[in-house]
């Protein structure tokens, strides 16, 4: 017999229990290079990320670490660029290059059997990029359109300004990009840098999917040659964080018919104690679709149509940031709900009902962060940045299962003062 379901009432929270995490094999190329292999899946795919050390840091200025990432693609000794697309288009591969602070990523995923015939192209983007000068500028007069565009967005500009405040503009998490990088960057910068920084010091390989039995031979083959050397890649030194003395910030924008916020405060990365206490925190504040920020500011008050916030950790520092944007004559109330919220996690303990659903959103998403041999292969990147393995979510998990009311409401009392946050408005 059929029954009307009770639309009242949910179903019961299933709290998710210990987590196995896929095992770490892994070799060692001849050249030194350290591979990490995730093994899994039920397809016969391979996902290999090659890390080099060649992110902005590295790079010592905006612009060039990327340029060289994408340009990489743009042509070798070997290949034109057409004849590069048409190769991963044919066998239905995905390659490309993501550039970060601290590195850059160059990505293959393809069907395992087409690896003897796609490794060599990575190979040859690698080792003999050959960064012509058409494509060079053709690529950066799209960039410099890009930016001029992206420039007359507010929440643009506020993202911007928002790292130039907390770190100091001299600080590699700080540098903006500005118009004139365009004009003053060469292509003699771009070739010096990737002959420095695509070398096998510093680089590492992370092998995820059902790569097959002759990988290690393969990647060998193909990067493990004892004569493909170069320099040793500098990290450029790191300056002392030199946030701005003033905690309010105005970029005004002509026409704008928003505002964009940013309201944050610099941080520590993930190595201290507070930093996973501090993301249950975080989740209650603005970290998911039903947290207090967009239940109050979004839904009751109405002043924007999205509000979020987060905790982001870097290797030498972090941010708390709340970012949201409204219209220009509800910039002042939208500060002051997003600043009552804070102030009510610091009078107010957390309400059981309310931590228990944070909780079970907390976790549930982690599961779903490490399905499948791919996710968990990102995830193990970052943390191999850290110096951490898989028992740092191990902890988060036991933390998030564990922490008090109390336990968050002193946080709450000690990293959500006033004073210690930042306003940027971007906009009218």
Same mark, same amino acid.
């Given at each position: 017999?059929?029954?009307?379901?009770?639309?009242?009432?949910?179903?019961?929270?299933?709290?998710?229990?210990?987590?196995?995490?896929?095992?770490?094999?892994?070799?060692?190329?001849?050249?030194?290079?350290?591979?990490?292999?995730?093994?899994?899946?039920?397809?016969?795919?391979?996902?290999?990320?090659?890390?080099?050390?060649?992110?902005?840091?590295?790079?010592?200025?905006?612009?060039?670490?990327?340029?060289?990432?994408?340009?990489?693609?743009?042509?070798?000794?070997?290949?034109?660029?057409?004849?590069?697309?048409?190769?991963?288009?044919?066998?239905?591969?995905?390659?490309?290059?993501?550039?970060?602070?601290?590195?850059?990523?160059?990505?293959?995923?393809?069907?395992?059997?087409?690896?003897?015939?796609?490794?060599?192209?990575?190979?040859?983007?690698?080792?003999?990029?050959?960064?012509?000068?058409?494509?060079?500028?053709?690529?950066?007069?799209?960039?410099?359109?890009?930016?001029?565009?992206?420039?007359?967005?507010?929440?643009?500009?506020?993202?911007?300004?928002?790292?130039?405040?907390?770190?100091?503009?001299?600080?590699?998490?700080?540098?903006?990009?500005?118009?004139?990088?365009?004009?003053?960057?060469?292509?003699?910068?771009?070739?010096?840098?990737?002959?420095?920084?695509?070398?096998?010091?510093?680089?590492?390989?992370?092998?995820?999917?059902?790569?097959?039995?002759?990988?290690?031979?393969?990647?060998?083959?193909?990067?493990?040659?004892?004569?493909?050397?170069?320099?040793?890649?500098?990290?450029?030194?790191?300056?002392?964080?030199?946030?701005?003395?003033?905690?309010?910030?105005?970029?005004?924008?002509?026409?704008?018919?928003?505002?964009?916020?940013?309201?944050?405060?610099?941080?520590?990365?993930?190595?201290?104690?507070?930093?996973?206490?501090?993301?249950?925190?975080?989740?209650?504040?603005?970290?998911?679709?039903?947290?207090?920020?967009?239940?109050?500011?979004?839904?009751?008050?109405?002043?924007?149509?999205?509000?979020?916030?987060?905790?982001?950790?870097?290797?030498?520092?972090?941010?708390?940031?709340?970012?949201?944007? %409204?219209?220009?004559?509800?910039?002042?109330?939208?500060?002051?709900?997003?600043? /009552? !919220? +804070?102030? #009510?996690?610091? *009078?107010? @303990? %957390?309400?059981?009902?309310?931590?228990?659903?944070?909780?079970?959103?907390?976790? /549930? !998403? +982690?599961? #779903?962060?490490? *399905?499948? @041999?791919?996710?968990?292969?990102?995830?193990?990147?970052?943390?191999?940045?850290?110096?951490?393995?898989?028992?740092?979510?191990?902890?988060?998990?036991?933390?998030?299962?564990?922490?008090?009311?109390?336990?968050?409401?002193?946080?709450?009392?000690?990293?959500?003062?006033?004073?210690?946050?930042?306003?940027?408005?971007?906009?009218?």
């Amino acid at each position: 017999m059929v029954t009307d379901a009770d639309r009242k009432t949910g179903p019961d929270f299933q709290v998710l229990g210990k987590a196995e995490f896929m095992p770490v094999g892994g070799f060692s190329l001849p050249n030194g290079i350290e591979v990490s292999l995730l093994e899994g899946g039920s397809q016969d795919i391979s996902k290999i990320d090659w890390i080099f050390p060649a992110g902005a840091v590295q790079a010592g200025k905006p612009l060039l670490a990327s340029t060289v990432g994408n340009l990489m693609l743009e042509g070798t000794k070997n290949r034109t660029s057409a004849e590069i697309s048409d190769l991963i288009d044919f066998y239905g591969a995905h390659l490309n290059v993501q550039s970060y602070y601290h590195n850059s990523v160059l990505t293959l995923v393809c069907l395992t059997k087409d690896l003897p015939v796609l490794l060599p192209l990575v190979e040859d983007v690698v080792r003999n990029a050959t960064f012509d000068e058409k494509e060079y500028l053709i690529y950066i007069n799209k960039r410099r359109q890009e930016f001029v565009i992206d420039s007359e967005k507010v929440r643009n500009l506020a993202a911007r300004t928002f790292n130039k405040v907390i770190f100091g503009p001299e600080h590699p998490y700080g540098r903006v990009p500005e118009l004139e990088i365009f004009d003053t960057m060469t292509r003699d910068e771009v070739i010096s840098f990737y002959k420095t920084n695509y070398v096998p010091a510093g680089c590492r390989i992370i092998v995820a999917g059902r790569p097959g039995t002759d990988i290690q031979e393969l990647l060998t083959r193909h990067f493990g040659d004892k004569d493909w050397n170069g320099g040793l890649p500098s990290e450029n030194g790191f300056p002392q964080i030199s946030s701005s003395e003033e905690k309010f910030h105005l970029v005004e924008k002509e026409g704008a018919l928003q505002s964009a916020l940013r309201i944050g405060r610099p941080l520590f990365n993930n190595h201290h104690p507070d930093f996973i206490p501090l993301q249950v925190l975080n989740t209650i504040l603005g970290g998911y679709f039903g947290s207090r920020l967009m239940t109050v500011v979004r839904e009751e008050k109405g002043l924007t149509y999205g509000i979020g916030s987060s905790i982001v950790s870097y290797k030498q520092g972090g941010i708390w940031v709340i970012a949201s944007e %409204v219209m220009g004559d509800m910039r002042q109330a939208a500060v002051d709900a997003i600043k /009552g !919220e +804070m102030q #009510r996690l610091v *009078d107010e @303990p %957390v309400d059981e009902e309310e931590l228990a659903l944070v909780r079970n959103y907390m976790l /549930g !998403e +982690m599961l #779903r962060e490490f *399905d499948g @041999p791919f996710n968990t292969s990102d995830i193990y990147r970052s943390l191999l940045e850290y110096g951490m393995d898989f028992g740092f979510y191990s902890k988060m998990m036991s933390v998030i299962r564990e922490i008090t009311a109390g336990e968050l409401q002193e946080l709450a009392a000690k990293y959500m003062r006033p004073e210690d946050f930042y306003v940027i408005v971007a906009g009218k």
